[in-house]
């Protein structure tokens, strides 16, 4: 039998990486798009790949080239199609509104219409996300809480997320979005809150910083694994019928909680090195996601394993041993999202509504 091919966009990516290797050891053929100048500097820009690289064929494409896309989508025919690729920093958004919009937007159009003339039978998954929800109108968030973005990140991913669902209802496509809320891991960017903090502390560790400046301490994220929120990408592409997904933890902590942790389990107070910067605040901020994930558990099977200390700890050992320190860590701790307060901090960790948060489900 012939292996199923898949394609990924955004395949450099921290989401991209884990989903390339979910798939190889499930026996697929996996193709990549690639910016053609990454393939002539693979040390950097494929540094996530790199274990990986020989088992990949990787193809050179820009979201912003509907010929190039449509040209891998001949060459490939794929099987299912994964849209990871876009600018996914919030904050830059801000910055260059239109970049933002016409890479997203027009990325997931090109896709989707490339799919449609050249390989109807495609499935294929785009990365909706939490941001979408924005200024949220309830709590935790479902498939059925209304959108209202807050960034043109936001409204990109809300324009991604209808284009995909009108293929699928115009053109019959097996099309779907995975509304994904915040998922980190070691392989996450330097640009994101929760690397800039742990790579922060290690810094701090050895020598090389003194601070570390941040922005809005008191915004709360809902934040998983990475590795185990590409498993409900895949999932997604294997029901009898393309549906949309929340995928989260249903745990909230502000991004304090996540200093706090970082610095508490270096064996530092956050509040001797942490220092805030107006530049850094967004100018329309999203204040709080939590996620309700009960469809993914319930349709899908999948559920969410590490919880937040595990998480914090493990992104912050690899950070760690990439400075050269060894991070011996002596706080116990379940790596189960079911107790993660138990780690000794400074202050509490705290919920949306104040209190300690109970597992979600
Ligand atoms: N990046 C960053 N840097 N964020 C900071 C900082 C800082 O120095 N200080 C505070 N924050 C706050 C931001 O204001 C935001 O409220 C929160 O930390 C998280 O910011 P990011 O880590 O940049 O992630 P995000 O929540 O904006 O977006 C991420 O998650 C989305 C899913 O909800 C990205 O991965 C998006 O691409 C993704 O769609």
Redesign the pocket.
Known sequence: MTARRALISGITGQDGSYLAELLLARGYEVHGIVRRVALHDPENRLSRLLPIRDCLHLHPGSLESYASLHQVLAKVQPHECYHLA?Q????YSFDDEFSTLNTNINGTHYLLAAIKNLVPECRFYF?????MFGKVEQVPQNEDTPFHHR?S?GIS?VAGFHLTRNYREAYGLYACSGI?????SPR?GH???????TSGVARILAGKADRL?????D????WGHAREYVEAMWLMLQQPQPEDYVVATGETYS?RDFAQLSFALAGLDYRDFVV??PE???PA???V?TGDATKAIEKLGWTPKTGFSALVREMLEADCDSVGIDLSLSVPHSGQISHPWQLPLAGQLTGVDGVLQQPGF
Request: proline share 0%.
């Open positions: 876009a996914s920093f919030v904050s990365s909706g996300s939490s941001e960034s990140y991913k994904l809320f915040n998922h980190e996450r640009e994101f809150v929760s690397r800039k903090i400046c941040l922005g809005n301490l915004a709360l994220r809902d991004v805030t910067d850094l605040y967004r901020e999203v204040n996601l």
